[in-house]
């Protein structure tokens, strides 16, 4: 149990590094320019997230919601001979919701709902080699956030919002039978002509945990074109409870003659003692409970709005991300049965991101609004960390979309985004000592809709 689960919490850190598991696509409006509005956040309630303070001066009731469809493509070509896996991920829908009303000219209150994590990256079971450091890794992180914005005088807005944060990670991997030492003996399955690579347990962990962050913000307005601004989310130390089950697969293979076993030639593996008591309770694949505590990271962005003449704005963000509080995960085992477990610290050493975003935003006509953006973004992840669980890295992406009045007061939102993340070499084995054997390849499409009333 022990090793099987220090594999599955290891992968927590590298689900939760750099932009890989990252949204920052919260509304289409936002997503179409490059996800800028540290100084300009769209009028739709979403500055619950972009910017608390530009609730102020929102005037009424506004309700917003949508979804973002990611569709994540890549692969991992081996370096010895050349055999390329694709990703299996499905089209993973993030949505989005937020409600604002005006107390007053001077104060507006809501809430809304988003996901700042929450994707999938799943590999093929068959012929995969990473499918024993992991081949389907679930992230999800809801935070839920009453906000107020409130404008202090003519040219300053500053805002705050609390958020509740519910995490969840699901993790899915394949034990090699060969690495194992066989029970009540001092060698390995490998000695028994266990080939490298055989397939004997599937293991799942799910895990999830609860915290608070505090969103905060403020807006200049220089004059009547320029405005400058930004936001801040704190870091939140979130503690995973989780337990990991484990089912066996069936090898089929037959020991030789002469085996060390003693057992006559033709036998079953997966019949015998040494292997049946490997899932016995207690033993080291039975299922138990584990828990480790994690630092979503701070992260933040600060970025000016300028107005050109006519109804023409184009807008830059910073963005960074302070993945570097994240260099030590420590796995808790003593809520297992088996409470004797030596407890582990892993050492993922990400560093933090940089991400450098400018979109443009024209209002053709006063029915629809046409928006464009680019950004690049820097990767978290080390050299020695790059896995089948996230291959992330550094990328830039490319977006577009369009706001237009449906009737009435309700509106509309689409946006398109193309992500384009650099090669990356990184392993695919447990081993680290093995090192990086291959090359990862990713790239993705996402679709924004959203939909706008005001009351």
């Not at 390329?84 to 009303?101: A, E, I, K, Q, S």
């Not at 005006?102 to 068959?126: C, F, H, M, N, Q």
């Not at 991300?321 to 994240?326: D, E, T």
């Not at 089948?388 to 009435?408: D, I, N, S």
């Amino acid at each position: 149990m022990r090793r099987l689960a220090v594999l599955l919490f290891a992968g927590i850190p590298s689900l939760l590094a750099g932009q890989g598991f990252g949204v920052y696509e919260h509304n289409a409006c936002t997503m179409a320019r490059a996800g800028v509005a540290a100084a300009s956040p769209c009028a739709d309630g979403s500055a619950i997230f972009f910017s608390p303070a530009a609730l102020a001066g929102l005037s009424g009731i506004h309700l917003s919601g949508g979804v973002t469809l990611i569709q994540a493509k890549g692969g991992f070509t081996d370096d010895l001979l050349q055999q390329h896996t694709d990703l299996d991920n499905p089209v993973v829908p993030v949505p989005n919701g937020f409600l604002t009303y005006a107390v007053s000219p001077k104060v507006t209150v809501g809430i809304g709902a988003y996901v700042p994590y929450g994707l999938e990256s799943r590999w093929p079971t068959a012929g995969f080699e990473g499918r024993f450091i992991g081949y389907d890794s679930k992230l999800k992180a809801l935070y839920v956030q009453p906000t107020v914005g409130y404008q202090v005088n003519d040219w300053l807005k500053v805002g705050l919002g609390v958020a509740y944060v519910h995490s969840t990670v699901e993790l899915h991997q394949r034990v090699d039978l060969s690495t194992l030492t066989v029970p009540f003996q001092s060698f390995t399955f490998a000695a028994l002509g266990i080939p490298t690579g055989t397939d004997f347990a599937d293991g799942a962990l799910s895990a999830s945990g609860n915290g608070i962050a505090v969103n905060f913000g403020g807006i200049i307005k220089v004059n009547d074109r320029l405005s400058i601004g930004g936001h801040f989310i704190t870091r939140k130390t979130i503690t995973y409870d989780g337990s990991a089950s484990f089912a066996p697969i069936a090898t089929g293979i037959k020991l030789a003659a002469g085996n060390p076993l003693g057992y006559p030639a033709g036998t079953l593996i997966d019949t015998v003692t040494n292997f049946k008591v490997l899932f016995s309770a207690g033993a080291p694949f039975s299922s138990g409970n584990a828990s480790t505590a994690i630092t979503l990271p701070d992260q933040g962005s600060i970025g000016l709005a300028y107005k050109l003449r006519g109804d023409w704005t184009v807008m830059a963000d910073y963005q960074g991300v302070v993945w570097g509080w994240f260099n030590s995960l420590k796995i808790d085992f003593n809520r297992f049965p088996n409470d004797t477990l030596t407890d582990q610290t892993l050492s993922p050493r990400n560093k933090d991101t940089h991400g450098f975003r400018f979109g443009t935003e024209y209002q053709y006509n006063p029915s629809l609004t046409l928006r464009a953006g680019y950004l690049v973004h820097t990767g978290a992840s080390p050299s020695d960390f790059v896995t089948p669980l996230l291959p992330e890295g550094a990328r830039y992406e490319f977006t577009a979309g369009a706001g237009f009045k449906l009737g009435g007061n309700l509106h509309g939102d689409v946006a398109y985004q193309y992500i384009q993340q650099l090669d990356r070499r990184g392993r695919v084995y447990p081993n680290s000592a093995v090192g990086n054997t291959g090359l990862f390849t990713f790239y993705a499409h996402l679709f924004g809709f959203g939909l706008a009333y005001t009351f």
